[in-house]
């Protein structure tokens, strides 16, 4: 099945400083989400990408669908202590004869630890 | 609040159990959706309803059943519990079956300890 490979597995990071994380596939995607989840939550969606080469922001996250629809990214600024977290890229997989529905498969993760 | 309520929060049982995960989406949305969160797996998912119909499915085991009622709640089954269903089970939702419904929103999930 289609996979999601994302990279760092974590990241340990000074407050404040700028955050990248991206996901890759072998396989093409039409849709790319990206997802927070903190401890005893559920994720929480943070952006949503619809066309290649689109980049969208949600305050200090941005993230960007990939120009080969295999990839996306995400980039968090000035990171603060809140942002503590694991971030799940997220995307439908390929679905010619209409039998997945509106399934989503996810990557595995990265976790985003902050010193402050 | 994502607006997706799931009840109850946390479950323990024994193996050979049945228990029953109830879920309520987002005022409005149509389709709800179960997934399964686990270290091994990670967040895989399980099935979807779309207006009280069964719209797709994934890797959701026979012993387990999901449905969705008239007032769009759902439900997901787990019977014969083993060990290895130890997992937190999400409901989420969305609008409906368009390409926005891929913006799905998460509840709070229930975390289910089988011993």
């Known amino acids: 099945g289609q996979q999601l490979n994302q990279s760092p597995q974590s990241m340990f990071i000074q407050e404040g400083e700028d955050v990248s994380m991206n996901c890759t596939s072998s396989?093409?995607?039409?849709?790319w989400l990206w997802y927070k989840q903190e401890p005893g939550e559920g994720p929480v969606l943070l952006i949503a990408?619809?066309?290649?080469?689109e980049l969208t922001s949600n305050g200090r996250l941005t993230a960007q669908f990939g120009i080969t629809r295999k990839d996306s990214f995400l980039n968090i600024s000035a990171s603060i202590p809140s942002d503590v977290g694991i971030y799940f890229c997220?995307?439908?997989?390929?679905?010619?004869?209409?039998?997945?529905?509106?399934?989503?498969?996810f990557g595995a993760g990265t976790i985003l630890r902050v010193k402050s | 609040d994502s607006g997706v309520t799931q009840t109850p929060k946390h479950l323990i049982t024994a193996t050979g159990q049945r228990v029953t995960l109830r879920c309520s989406p987002r005022?409005?949305?149509?389709?709800v959706y179960w997934y399964q969160q686990s270290l091994d797996q990670g967040l895989q998912f399980l099935i979807q309803?779309?207006?009280?119909?069964?719209?797709a499915k994934g890797n959701i085991l026979e012993r387990f059943s999901a449905q969705q009622f008239p007032d769009l709640h759902s439900e997901l089954n787990l019977s014969s519990l083993e060990l290895g269903d130890s997992a937190l089970y999400f409901c989420?939702?969305?609008?409906?079956?368009?390409?926005?419904?891929?913006?799905?929103?998460f509840g709070p999930g229930t975390r289910l300890t089988v011993t």
């Open positions: 989420a939702s969305s609008v409906g079956v368009g390409g926005s419904s891929y913006e799905q929103y």
């Open positions: 005022s409005g949305d149509l389709s």
């Open positions: 396989s093409i995607f039409n849709t």
């Open positions: 997220a995307g439908p997989p390929d679905d010619v004869h209409r039998q997945y529905g509106n399934k989503l498969v």
């Open positions: 309803y779309y207006n009280g119909e069964e719209r």
């Open positions: 990408l619809y066309k290649a080469g």
